[in-house]
């Protein structure tokens, strides 16, 4: 299996938006790659693009560089047909179940849609299909005919799962797909999730902002700050051993629920400059308390040790 | 948790607070007990429609006046029974000696007037002194909360969040006010705007000796910020501590649940233990314990009437009848 094709790999992927102050650099050369049945946790602030990444990637919005390949084949610039084709194949689950169901179509129609647009199935295949995918995500039979108002939050986004899911995608972004649901609707979610992942051998993009689901979920966890990769490492690393100073300072900056080590926390000053025209240097500079000179300069993406990257000059002299 | 609850300075005692619509009554509050004390923080926490958001307007008095009711229950601040106030004392308290931080920046400040003025607002409403004199202290709240005079006469969209947030921060502090109700005051902000934040409130409260009701889901929070923590389930408290008692012995099979369902930072899980089932729906309550379609201990004792508090072992309160079970398997 070691020499199997990642299942998503992008180099140097880029997304800019031009707006009347600039272009903005929502997403500046981003590279990784996935394996199969891995988790990627892509994790930041708001504004950081990390959902602009995900777009991206599954070709929802077009890329501004960069290559993209899905199982070794390279799908940057497909059109048409073959676009279709790789779409089926990459799919994305959203953060909010209230707008991203539509309200005017049953439970059923919406798990449906899918497979109807494919027009691979027969009616009675089509009717199967739905229903084998509803059961597998948890929807009640008597729930099939509602509507998404009739719906809470956590069953709503059983019905966005079920239609990600219909066409047996390889790779699916998960865009904060828990962060509008209470903790323990948020917990039955993600254990849905992840047995999906291990019963059908799917390969995921989680992108959230919550620092303790990132690390529940995720294989490799990708830090961003203003459009790129500060760091890059296996989940437990990160946790154990933060080497850029923007994700130093994001874990400590988490409310810890342990009452008795009241945790030693490093308050960043200020707030994310604007990724409109960034300068050439170190996005995070302006609030890093290591900054330097140096860090005026582009930086680049180092291997600090085996399968630990860190875009940081200094990175060696502060850790 | 203060052991004398009479003298407390803000006391809610028994509070029902219902909805009307055209066909059925939505149960929000169902007899809710809280005491706070001056420089003291209790945390309010609880899931989406547990009735959080509906005690702290009640206490403010700001419930829609059409289609709800505070129906039964007394409201008291240094022994002044707000439910009994004629509506124009209730607005000399209101935004002076108790003020609230509304949950989401964005849609509290107005669009179209610039922020000093929004802040100069409330001095110039509660405090009888000249023009000049209300846009100094209002530039001073500004400071105050780490933004430059410079940027008085700018308007709302011209800000960050976690700068607007601070804006509404201001507001709610800038008569200091002897209570302070902050409804998710970070729950909108990125984690290192929440940092800063929860700083800044926690210094204020230092500073002022003011009371304060923090409202959230989030039990990290209550873990920095709060000093007592009341569990509140489908508009009924169910267990209620200090932050020690709560967060080292939880009692209350939701509570238990609650802390269960978080993923944990320090070890590894495969599965997280959700809890089963959904919160009740407000307008059609089990009978007996709300949590009892959902909890893993309900017996028939539980579905029959309401349940009273009881004494954990360690002296806290906490509903449900099964304590000595829970204690036992927790």
Known sequence: ?319 | MSENTNNAFLKVEDLVVEYFTDDNVVHAVNGVSLHLDRGKTLGLVGETGAGKTTIAKSILRILPDVGARITQGNITLDNQDLLKLPEHEMREIRGNKISMIFQDPMTALNPVERVGDQIAEVIRLHNNISHEECEKRAKEMLAMVGITEDRYTEYPHQFSGGMKQRIVIAIALACNPQVLLADEPTTALDVTIQAQVLDLIRDLRNQFNTAMLLITHDMGVVAQVCDDVAVIYAGSIVEYGTKEQIFHHPTHPYTIGLFGAIPSMSEDEEWLHPIEGLPPDPSDLPQGCPFNPRCPYATEECRKAAIPVFKTADGHDCRCCHIDQVKKEG
């Open chain 1, 1 to 319: 299996m070691a020499n199997q094709e990642p299942v998503i790999r992008i180099e140097g992927l880029k997304k800019y938006f031009s707006t009347a102050r600039g272009l903005l650099h929502a997403v500046d050369d981003v590279t990784f790659s996935i394996e199969k049945g891995k988790t990627l946790g892509v994790v930041g602030e708001s504004g950081c693009g990390k959902s602009t990444l995900g777009r991206t990637i599954i070709h929802l919005l077009e890329k501004t560089d960069g290559k993209i390949w899905l199982e070794g084949q390279d799908i940057s610039d497909v059109k048409g047909r073959e676009l279709r084709k790789a779409r089926e194949q990459m799919q994305i689950i959203f953060q909010d179940p209230y707008s991203s169901i539509d309200p005017r179509k049953t439970i059923e129609a919406t798990v449906r849609e899918p497979l109807v647009v494919s027009r691979k199935f027969k009616k009675n295949e089509i009717d199967d299909k739905a229903q084998e995918l509803m059961e597998l995500v948890g929807i009640d039979e008597r729930l099939r005919r509602s509507y998404p108002h009739e719906l809470d939050g956590g069953r709503r986004q059983r019905v966005g799962i079920a239609r990600a899911l219909a066409l047996n995608p390889k790779f699916v972004v998960c865009d904060e797909p828990v962060s509008a649901l209470d903790v323990s609707i948020q917990a039955q979610v993600l254990n849905l999730l992840k047995r999906l992942q291990m019963d059908r051998g799917l390969t995921y993009m989680f992108v959230t902002h919550d620092m303790s689901v990132v690390r529940h979920i995720s294989d490799d966890i990708c830090v961003m700050y203003l459009g790129q990769v500060v760091e890059k490492c296996p989940s437990k690393e990160l946790f154990k051993n933060p080497l850029h100073p923007y994700t130093k300072a994001l874990l400590s900056a988490i409310p810890s629920t342990d009452i008795d080590h009241p945790f030693q926390r490093e308050i960043l000053q200020g707030e994310l400059t604007s990724p409109i025209n960034p300068k050439p240097g170190c996005r995070f500079a302006a609030r890093c308390k290591y900054a330097t000179e140096d860090c005026q300069q582009p930086q680049v993406q180092e291997e600090v040790s085996p399968g630990h990257f860190v875009r940081c000059c200094r990175v060696g002299e502060i850790n």
